[in-house]
């Protein structure tokens, strides 16, 4: 089957100053993404899962084009997505949607409701009649749960409660029955009982509008439950990659044992060891920087000496199951 989103050798790295006071400042340059390949089928979920930092956010930014890479490639159907020219352009801003973290980023507050959800609409179906476009305004409100959906055409976001947003921001990304959506943890700021509830929504959604999903989560459970596929992310590299059931039953990069075994346990005494342990395996040692050698080696209890030196290729563990580690090859 022909992917939608073939990525190829992705880099994009910034140039960020460290330091307080400026006699001591300095410029690093952190790669945020570190030669990525993978690519995203027809109707597939894709899950990316990494800590605070990995670069999951500057990835789904270059693949809707909201940065530009400093090399390698995205295929969108077959075309690369840095060179398309205004109608090439137009469908592909069309069929490619973002949502954010917090909807409060992608809805203007001084609009309604109606006003933010038809917007796609204005700009690729000019012709089309207001009370057509209405209808399908009202039909995607529905579709994500917003019931009945005349009630909130002409509230504004702050009118409405978190988990409400988020719904119509997902509305608003799906009116154009995109291709793809790129959603950056759209989850994480909502209250637990919602997020079950939003979550299963996109996932109809995958079937009954054809649509492909990359959806970014720092929360490995939560990748295992929405992705038909996984990547795992650690300091802008793709540790490894696969079928989720072949990555969560059979976890081969020491680090993807570090996130499956680090789940919190319901138990709170238990919870105390996790809080500790996560302390000691340095999570908050989170900036990615270009440097030799495997990334993850100052934390990986089976480093090598060649380790150090040397950074390891992906290589197969099964047919879809790839992984990044020299203790594979
Ligand atoms: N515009 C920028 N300028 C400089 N550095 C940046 C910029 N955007 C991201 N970075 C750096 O790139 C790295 C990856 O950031 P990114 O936001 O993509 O991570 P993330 O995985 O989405 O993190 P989080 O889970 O906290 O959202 C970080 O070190 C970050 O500081
Ligand atoms: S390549 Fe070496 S340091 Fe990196 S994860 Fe594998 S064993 Fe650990
Ligand atoms: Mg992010």
Redesign the pocket.
């Known amino acids: 089957m022909e992917s939608i989103i073939e990525v190829r050798d992705l880099v994009k790295s ?3 100053s460290r330091g307080i006071f400026r006699k001591n400042q300095y410029t690093q340059v ?1 790669e ?1 993404v570190a030669k990525v390949s993978f690519s995203i089928k027809p109707k597939e979920i894709i899950s990316v899962v ?10 789904g930014r270059l693949i809707v084009r909201l940065l530009e890479p400093n090399s390698g490639k995205i295929l969108f159907k077959g075309q690369d997505i840095f060179t398309l020219k205004t109608n090439d352009m137009l469908n592909f801003r069309r069929n490619v949607q973002m949502i954010l973290q917090d909807p409060y980023d992608s809805l203007n507050p001084l609009y309604s409701i109606e006003t933010s959800v038809v917007q796609p609409l204005n700009i690729f179906m000019k012709n089309m009649s207001r009370k057509t476009k209405r209808e399908i305004v009202i039909k995607n409100l529905e579709k994500v749960g917003l019931n009945p959906a005349e009630q909130f055409l002409q509230k504004r976001p702050g009118e409405l409660s978190g988990g409400q947003r988020q719904r119509v921001s997902i509305a608003r990304a799906m009116i154009m029955d995109p291709k793809l959506v790129v959603a ?2 759209p989850v994480s700021m909502l209250d637990a009982s919602l997020r079950a509830e939003i979550l299963n929504k996109m996932k109809k959604l995958k079937d009954t509008n054809d649509v492909s999903f990359m959806f ?1 989560t ?1 929360d490995i459970a939560t990748a295992k439950f929405m992705g038909d596929r996984i990547l795992i ?1 650690y300091k ?1 590299a793709i540790v490894e990659q696969g079928n989720t059931s072949a990555v969560i039953n059979n976890p081969s990069h020491p680090y993807t044992r570090l996130l499956i075994d680090s789940v919190p346990p319901i138990n709170p005494e238990k919870a105390r060891d996790y809080l500790s342990f996560k302390e000691e395996a340095g999570i908050e040692d ?3 920087t270009s440097s030799a050698g495997c990334r993850f080696a100052n934390r990986c209890p089976f480093v090598m000496e060649r380790c150090r030196t040397n950074a390891p290729n992906e290589v197969d563990i099964s047919s879809d199951h790839r992984v990044s580690c020299f203790l594979y090859g």
Do not use: M, N, P, Y
């Open positions: 910034f140039r960020a952190v945020a990494g800590e605070s930092g990995s670069g999951k956010t500057t990835l950056d943890e970014i720092h992310f802008g989170q900036i990615s």
